[in-house]
């Protein structure tokens, strides 16, 4: 046996639960054929925002805290605000009231003027949402610094060369799959193809004269990620990062998008709802996979059947907001030898034995 724990993904919840298993003394190893954060964890939104799901909160609230133990100052200390439009009143009112089952969001009506007071870039007319929720960070330096802190407590990266599952698990005691969007692909035979699948994202990176105070986010977007009903499949963010402002975003199935070909779409979209988009100055596209699981919750626990492989994937559009403390739940687990105490809403073992 080479290593107890071989992690194969070096994203978010990889180096997460490397980071963990390794501060409790569990050697352990991580798998990349690219590298750290090559994946959506170096190339998202850099929101951490809430999941707009009960079961999966507690996740959140944990992920700000160890973002905040990890990150330093670099973690702002209050939300920016999530601001979410909608184009009438009764659009906005529905709003209010479906974010009103957390209350921790402490959601609030704007009506045209109110929302423009608060964010004077939007277009004429928009009403809004107002929610309590929205560390941004850079993503990919979030992820990095997760990474070093596994490796300061001894945890081995082996990046850019190709990983085969078989081998990587006749020579490890326990296998952690965290390999995002690529996840079932990877566990082929053993979980269900459409158990983790690619929801691509487009983002366009521009600089703005003036960037926008808050998360601006049209309504749809949060109920789409998290219902995993898809509206709109290029619904309107625009999302300070520290790293860069994104014009947003597509929410697309199969196969991988042409970010040159959406960025004039996500533009144009953009300018109706802040019209100073149509002066920004491109910089570039990004486009990457958000690892999709069937259900739309993360899935976190031993791959059904088997005895020592584990799978940490499946959170979608919220990975940079509940991975690290998805990683810690799976190391306690695997440290555990069991993931019961994973809530079952987010446990693997609702992928049933296949
Ligand atoms: C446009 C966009 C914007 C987003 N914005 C936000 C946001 O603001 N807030 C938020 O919380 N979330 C956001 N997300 C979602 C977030 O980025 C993901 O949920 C999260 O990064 C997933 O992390 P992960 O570790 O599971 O996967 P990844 O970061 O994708 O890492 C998987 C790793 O596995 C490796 N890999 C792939 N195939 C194999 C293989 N066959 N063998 C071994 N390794 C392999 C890859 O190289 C990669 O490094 C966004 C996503 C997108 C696309």
């Given at each position: 046996m080479d290593d107890a724990v071989t992690i194969i993904g070096a994203g978010i919840v990889g180096c997460s639960a490397a980071y963990f298993l390794a501060i409790a003394g569990v050697p352990v190893t991580v798998l990349d054929p690219?590298?750290?954060?090559?994946?959506a964890s170096g190339r998202n939104n850099g929101l951490v925002e809430h999941p707009y799901d009960a079961a999966s909160a507690p996740l959140f609230d944990q992920t700000v805290e160890i973002m905040r133990e990890i990150l330093g100052s670099a973690m702002p200390q209050t939300p920016v605000g999530a601001l979410l439009l909608a184009e009438d009143e009764l659009a906005a009112r529905g709003l209010v009231d479906h974010y009103a089952?957390?209350?921790?969001?402490r959601p609030v009506l704007l009506d045209p003027d109110s929302a423009r007071e608060a964010e004077p870039l939007l277009a004429d007319g928009m009403w809004g949402c107002l929610l309590d929720t929205g560390y941004p960070i850079s993503p990919r330096e979030a992820t990095t610094a997760v990474a070093e802190r596994a490796r300061q407590a001894g945890a081995r990266f082996e990046l850019g060369g190709p990983v085969n599952l078989d081998e990587v698990r006749s020579a490890s005691d326990q296998v952690l799959v965290a390999a995002g969007a690529w996840s079932s692909q990877l566990l082929k035979g053993l979980?269900?193809?459409?158990a983790v699948s690619p929801l691509w994202g487009v983002i366009v990176l521009v600089e703005m004269e003036r960037g926008p105070g808050h998360a601006i986010i049209e309504g749809t977007v949060t109920r789409g990620l998290t219902t995993?009903?898809?509206?709109?499949?290029s619904p309107f963010t625009l999302l300070p990062s520290p790293s860069w402002l994104a014009v947003g975003s597509t929410l697309l199935p199969g196969n991988e998008p042409s970010g040159e070909e959406w960025a004039p779409r996500l533009l144009s979209r953009g300018t109706k709802f802040v019209p100073s988009i149509q002066d920004a100055h491109v910089q570039g596209t990004l486009v990457c996979a958000r690892p999709k699981s069937f259900d739309s919750r993360p899935i976190l626990g031993r791959v059904p059947g088997q005895d020592r492989l584990w799978l940490g994937s499946g959170h979608g559009g919220r990975g940079l907001s509940l991975g690290a403390a998805s990683g810690k739940l799976l190391a306690e687990a695997i440290i555990a030898g069991s993931?019961?105490?994973?809530?079952a809403p987010l446990r693997a073992d609702r992928l049933g034995a296949s």
């Open positions: 690219v590298g750290i954060a090559a994946g089952q957390f209350p921790e969001l979980v269900a193809p459409n995993g009903k898809v509206e709109n499949e993931d019961a105490a994973i809530p």
